[in-house]
């Protein structure tokens, strides 16, 4: 039997794939004993993770021994941060779906993950509830409210300069090119009309009652904010198409809306334009009308 070859099925009758299922290797020992010895299978697995060599792997692949009590072994299901036997900090692997960080049981900080991807934490003294931990690099939202005077009128002169006034419901007496000086970078994502009257106007058939809008920004802020209907002083961002008005409005009292991105930088003065008509939009009591104007931003 001892020259017998691995591969002599009469000899080696079965094939293990557990080490731990053989009960002894023979061997000759030169350390802490000397001579002949023996090593059961089991025993080799806990002398190999004991001594596993945690500071010389160059894989990028962090061996874990198991049932030790060093750094770096897992044992009760923890991962051992600290040092040597001692060990206490841990990264815990217990608890589904999150992650524990601390001293040992005795002061865990639990990491979480949210419904909506936000990281959750808590400590050893909320064990029953989370806290949620203030993201970064996030954004805020809010609305901004203005109105656009005597929309369907064809005529532009300076007191009707035919961009949206921000001081609603001043917008009557806001002459000479109403607009918005900027404070901070911002993002337009949404931009939202409503006709505002007792009754909607009747426009004329297309082109002549059509009105476009459009977003920009003064080319120069030092200039005149008055653009004569974006034709001085004025950068056009974004043409918002789906505000168009036309004659497939006429009598009602339109509600429309524009999603897009339509970026500005602090500094800048912000101009939101609409068109004059060809021909006048008419009706009782609206030929003059006013536009309701929100925009949603978004902003660091």
């Given at each position: 039997?001892?020259?017998?070859?691995?591969s002599?099925?009469?000899?080696?009758l079965?094939?293990?794939t557990?080490i731990t299922?053989?009960?002894?290797f023979?061997?000759?020992?030169?350390?802490?004993?000397?001579?002949?010895?023996?090593?059961?299978g089991?025993a080799?697995?806990?002398?190999?993770?004991?001594?596993?060599?945690?500071?010389?792997?160059t894989?990028?692949i962090?061996?874990?021994?198991r049932?030790g009590?060093?750094v770096?072994t897992l044992?009760?299901?923890h991962?051992l941060?600290g040092s040597?036997a001692?060990?206490i900090s841990?990264?815990d692997l217990?608890?589904?779906?999150?992650?524990?960080?601390?001293?040992?049981?005795?002061?865990?900080i639990a990491?979480?993950?949210g419904?909506?991807g936000d990281?959750l934490t808590?400590?050893s003294a909320?064990?029953?509830?989370?806290?949620?931990a203030?993201p970064s690099?996030g954004?805020?939202?809010?609305?901004?409210?203005?109105?656009?005077?005597?929309?369907?009128?064809?005529?532009?002169a300076?007191?009707?300069?035919?961009?949206?006034?921000?001081?609603y419901?001043?917008?009557?007496?806001?002459?000479?090119?109403p607009?918005?000086a900027?404070?901070i970078?911002m993002?337009?994502t949404n931009?939202?009309?409503?006709w505002q009257n007792?009754?909607?106007?009747?426009?004329?058939?297309?082109?002549?009652g059509v009105?476009d809008w459009?977003i920009?920004?003064?080319?120069?802020t030092?200039?005149?904010?008055?653009t004569?209907?974006g034709?001085?002083?004025y950068?056009?961002?974004a043409?918002?198409t789906?505000?168009?008005v036309?004659n497939?409005?006429?009598?009602?009292?339109?509600f429309?809306?524009w999603?897009?991105t339509?970026?500005?930088s602090?500094?800048?003065i912000?101009?939101?334009l609409h068109s004059?008509p060809a021909?006048?939009w008419t009706g009782t009591?609206?030929?003059?009308?006013?536009v309701v104007?929100?925009?949603?931003?978004e902003?660091?």
């Open positions: 039997m001892a020259n017998a070859k691995i002599d099925t009469s000899v080696f079965n094939t293990i557990d299922q053989i009960d002894g023979a061997a000759y020992a030169t350390a802490s004993a000397t001579g002949n010895a023996a090593m059961s089991s080799m697995v806990t002398s190999l993770e004991a001594n596993l060599d945690l500071a010389n792997f894989t990028g962090l061996p874990v021994p049932g009590t060093g770096g044992a009760d299901g991962i941060l040597g001692n060990a841990t990264l217990t608890t589904k779906g999150s992650i524990v960080v601390g001293d040992g049981a005795t002061d865990p990491l979480g993950v419904a909506n990281v808590a400590d909320e064990a029953s509830g989370l806290k949620w203030t690099g954004t805020s939202k809010g609305i901004i409210n203005g109105a656009a005077d005597e929309v369907g009128a064809s005529s532009t300076v007191s009707n300069p035919k961009q949206v006034s921000w001081s419901p001043t917008v009557s007496s806001s002459a000479y090119g607009c918005m900027v404070p970078d993002t337009i931009i939202s009309i409503k007792t009754n909607g106007p009747t426009i004329p058939a297309d082109p002549a009105v459009s920009g920004k003064l080319t120069n030092s200039d005149a904010s008055d004569q209907n034709t001085v002083n950068t056009n961002i043409n918002l789906t505000l168009t036309n497939s409005d006429s009598g009602t009292n339109f429309k809306s999603s897009g339509a970026a500005f602090a500094g800048d912000l101009v939101l004059n021909s006048s009591g609206v030929s003059t009308g006013d104007v929100s925009m949603a931003v902003y660091p």
